[in-house]
C-alpha cells in the first residue's frame, strides 16, 4: 500500500538535447511541489562526489532540465532557473515545463469564437512552444463547458499570463512533468481520502470571505464596450460585487460566461482546509505521485468547530526530504492543500 511520508528521493540532470549532464550520487535536500493554474518549483541540494564536481560546474540555466524520482519512480521535471556553487554544495533551483511559457509570446493573431475554454488553452500552449518545443505534451481530461470567444494579438502579452486570465474564468491546468494537464474546475475525480488520523498536527478550516462576491462584471476593456455580469443581490449576504478586466474577451456574450465561472467558485463562501503547515503522517494512505492538482480528496475532520466532510480539489502539493545529520536521521515531509472545487463552491 502506498503511503505519504516514507519516500526516497533521487535526481538527475538533463540537457535539452537529451544527454545526461549529471547525477546526483549524494542529495542532502530535495523539494518539488505540484501547483494548480501556475508553474511549480523544484530545489536540490548535491554534495559533489568524485567527478561529479567537475560535470556539475557544467551546468547551466535553461539549457539543462532536473528531473525527480521518488523511489525509483518519475514525479518532477523542468527547466533549471538558477545555480549556486560553494564549497562541498551545489544548490539548483527550477520551474516546470509551464515556466519556458512565462517567456514566450502569441506567435500568431487568432479570434476565437464561441469554443471551449480547453480549445483555447491548448492553443496557447501549442503556439507558445511552436517555434522551439522544449518536448512537452497536451492533455485534455474534460471539456472545460464554459465557453467564449478571446482574441490574441502577436507578439502582445506573455502566453503564460494569457494561460492564467483563463484559467480565472472557468479552466484548469496544471503540470506533471513535461504533460500539461487541461480541465473543468467542476473535476471530482478522487485520488484519496484523508481523517484526522492522517493529519495528527491538526489542521486549519478556513472561510475565505475574501473571495466571496454575489455579483460579478467582467469587462473586455475599461471603456464599458464588451461587458458581462453575472449574480445580483443575495437573500443571506447581502450584495458584494467584484469586477474583473480581459482585454482578450472580445463579446458581450463571452464576458457572461466568464462572469458566471467567476460566480460559481465565489458563491457561497468558498471554504479550504490549510494544511501547508501540516505534514501528513507517514502512515496516510496516499499514493505522493497521484496527488495532481485539479483532482480531489475526500476529506473528514472533526477536530475543529468548524466539521468537515467534504469532497476538495487538490490546488498544492509539497514534497520535501532532507538527508539529516550524523546525530539526525533524514525524513521526507508531504504537505497538501485543498479547496472546494468548482461543482462544491456551485
Not at 475554454?117 to 485534455?140: K, N
Request: aromatic content about 6%; overall charge negative; hydrophobic content about 40%.
Amino acid at each position: 500500500m502506498a503511503v505519504a511520508g516514507c519516500g526516497t528521493h533521487q535526481a538527475v540532470i538533463i540537457d535539452r538535447a537529451g544527454g545526461t549532464v549529471s547525477g546526483a550520487n549524494v542529495l542532502t535536500e530535495v523539494e518539488w511541489n505540484r501547483l494548480l493554474d501556475d508553474t511549480s518549483a523544484a530545489r536540490v541540494v548535491i554534495n559533489p562526489d568524485g567527478n561529479c564536481c567537475e560535470r556539475l560546474g557544467r551546468v547551466r540555466s535553461w539549457r539543462h532540465k532536473l528531473v525527480i524520482y521518488r523511489d525509483g519512480e518519475f514525479v518532477w521535471e523542468g527547466p533549471i532557473l538558477q545555480v549556486e556553487w560553494s564549497l562541498g554544495k551545489v544548490e539548483i533551483w527550477a520551474g516546470d515545463i509551464l515556466a519556458w511559457l512565462d517567456r514566450r509570446v502569441p506567435h500568431n493573431s487568432i479570434t476565437f469564437g464561441d469554443s471551449d475554454l480547453t480549445t483555447i488553452g491548448q492553443w496557447l500552449i501549442e503556439d507558445g512552444f511552436a517555434p522551439d518545443d522544449p518536448g512537452h505534451t497536451v492533455q485534455v481530461v474534460a471539456a472545460a463547458k464554459v465557453r467564449g470567444a478571446r482574441r490574441y494579438l502577436k507578439d502582445v502579452g506573455q502566453t503564460g499570463d494569457h494561460l492564467r486570465d483563463l484559467a480565472e474564468t472557468g479552466l484548469d491546468y496544471t503540470a506533471v512533468g513535461s504533460t500539461i494537464l487541461l480541465l473543468p474546475e467542476t473535476h471530482t475525480a478522487v485520488v484519496g481520502r484523508l481523517t484526522d488520523a492522517d493529519m495528527p498536527d491538526g489542521l486549519v478550516v478556513a472561510e475565505d470571505g475574501t473571495s466571496l462576491a454575489t455579483r460579478w462584471v467582467v469587462a473586455g476593456d475599461d471603456d464599458g464596450d464588451v461587458l458581462g455580469t453575472a449574480g445580483g443581490l443575495d437573500a443571506y449576504y447581502g450584495l458584494l460585487e467584484r469586477y474583473l478586466e480581459q482585454t482578450s474577451i472580445p463579446d458581450d456574450a463571452s464576458a457572461t460566461a466568464a462572469a458566471r465561472s467567476k460566480l460559481r467558485s465565489s458563491l457561497p463562501v468558498p471554504v479550504f482546509i490549510d494544511t501547508q503547515q501540516v505534514t501528513l503522517s507517514p502512515d496516510a494512505a496516499v499514493d505522493v505521485p497521484k496527488l495532481v492538482p485539479g483532482w480531489c480528496l475526500d476529506i473528514t475532520s472533526a477536530t475543529t468547530c468548524r466539521t468537515i466532510t467534504q469532497r476538495l480539489k487538490i490546488t498544492g502539493v509539497k514534497v520535501r526530504e532532507d538527508g539529516g545529520t550524523e546525530s539526525t536521521p533524514g525524513s521526507e515531509s508531504v504537505q497538501v492543500q485543498v479547496a472546494a472545487t468548482g461543482a462544491e463552491a456551485g
